[in-house]
């Protein structure tokens, strides 16, 4: 019995150092990949960032009408955020070529998932990028007229018109990315309707003045009163 | 599928293959009734040499909803009055443009009429009979200039972006004082007309549109044309839309500004400007005296330095920003704008538009608030002006425009480097 259970052991012994002695190649190749892909990214960053610096990227991306990707980069620097980026994706990529030695069925599957995903990252990072865009473009041209009309509450309007945007864009984006969609339609209904509400409660609040006042314009209008504008500009 | 012509066209074909040439076209634009254009054809039929004449009448504006083909040919025979489609006139929502179409028509008529000269009459004015239409037609065709332009008697408080922007910008780039640059009254030669529908005319800058009313004077100035101004009355102004104020602003100052992007190479070699010659005397007009209500366009302009730094900041330099921000925080009745803050205003405003900053009608929009706030501050300082002070004023704010110009033309070639 007891030699018996001495054999089992044994013989799990030696088929776990046997998988792990198999898996070692695997994992000193991740890490030399890793290790490769880390120096390599570190290099691209570091001709890139220059480059861009020499470009004047964060200028021209503000003049092409982007000056928001400023607020989401690190230090205020889309130049930083693009040289990251690139280092990332080549660390990420060294990561998959060392996986790919660990274990070749599973990382063949993960790299098969990940090459399926790409069009969905692709799709949802336009709808962000056009979203983007849209969403300052209308904030833009809902602040000026408010503030040619007057009102009080321009900022306002604007930045509810531009987190409406923001919203769907977003909620879009998740879709795309089939990240828990049930919840993000939810979220999203809760989140577009309230903004809503806020937005018309606040105008209708807001509007009061300037329903009055139209009103009093009308009326004196219609008792011929009115007092006559002096001013002639076009 | 050959469609057959409604009995009305045929007519006005008929009427216009009878005139196979003119020496002089006249575009009616405004609004001007049967009577009134029978006068202006008398009126031309006293030119010297007795030139053949064709009056073009828009009917949509004369007798809206009356057919095209009641136009009767008045007593003088030489004289013919034609219904014409003024293509563009009522484009809704966008008059300048719209405007700017109607005077292609009339230049492309007169081209087909074979004419020495067209006139366009836009305006009607306040004491004027229509004998005028005579005093700008007659340099044409008598001393042969190329470019007839209205000097109206001045209000103090009428035609404020003509004042503020129009013609100071105008006598500074291209050098000659001209009150009036967009008429829109205006006589021009052959040779003017047809710059004006030339090939280079047809597509602008970066394919936007040609506005001929905007590009005439300059286009005339640029080649060295004659151009004269001739004083009439008093211009009757359609009252103040606040409504639509900033839509209309943009409509006028943007193929002003692609003037300058066009004319560029010309504009930077002018350096002082010089009046031009000048027909009849000026007219005087009593001139309000009592005060205005300035807080409506006050309120605009603190409304626009609180929330339009943003997009303000990308097209004015900081020092200007300053200066905006302590003038918001002045009491109505010390609230002076100066002319140098805002000619540098414009410049860097017409600077934006060329390097497409933001979107252009963001652009032209948002710079509403800043021209009510000179608005607010000319109307101080000319309340109780008489007309020699008003005078002064305007021309106050032209030779702030030359001087400023240095500064145009820097930022102009270098908009990076030269940034104060």
Redesign the interface.
Known sequence: MWSQIRQQLAESTSRFLTRFASLVPGLAALVVALLISIVVGCILAAIVRPLLSSMRFDERLAQWGFPSVAEWSPKQSPTLLVSRAIAILVILTGFLIGIACVDADWTSQLARSVVAYIPNLLGAALVLLVGTVVARFLARSVLIGAVNLNLHYARLLSLGVKWMVVVLTVAMALEHLRIAPGIVKLAFGILFGGIVITLALAVGLGSKDLVTKSLERDAQKASGDNIEEPFRHI | MEVEPIPEQVQVQEKIEQVDSADLVVGVLAELDQVGLAAVCDALGTLPGSPRVVVLRDDRAANPGQSNVEAATPGASSCHLIPWSLLGSATPGMPVAGTSAAYQSVFAASEKFGARACCVIASSLETATPGWVREMAQPLVERNLDLVVPHYAR?K?????NSSIISPLMRCLYGKRINNPMGPDLGLSRRLFQKMLGPERGAGVGGSPVHSLASVAPAALCENLQVCEVHLPARS????DW?N??S??AQ?LSPIFLDMERNAACWQRMRTSVSVSTIGEPLLVSQ?TGT??IS?MM??FQ??V???QE?WG?VLPPSTLFELRKLARLPSEQFRMPDELWVRIVYDFALAHR?????RD?LL??M??LYLAW?SSY?HDVETAGRTALEERLERLSVAYEAGKTYLVSRWRWPDRFNP
């Open positions: 209000r408080f009428a035609g404020l972006l102004y359609p009252p103040t409504m104020i900033s209309l602003l006028i309000d205005v209500d409506r309120e605009s409304l626009g609180r929330d339009l997009i990308l390097l497409r900053t933001i979107s963001h929009k948002s509403t608030p608005v109307a």
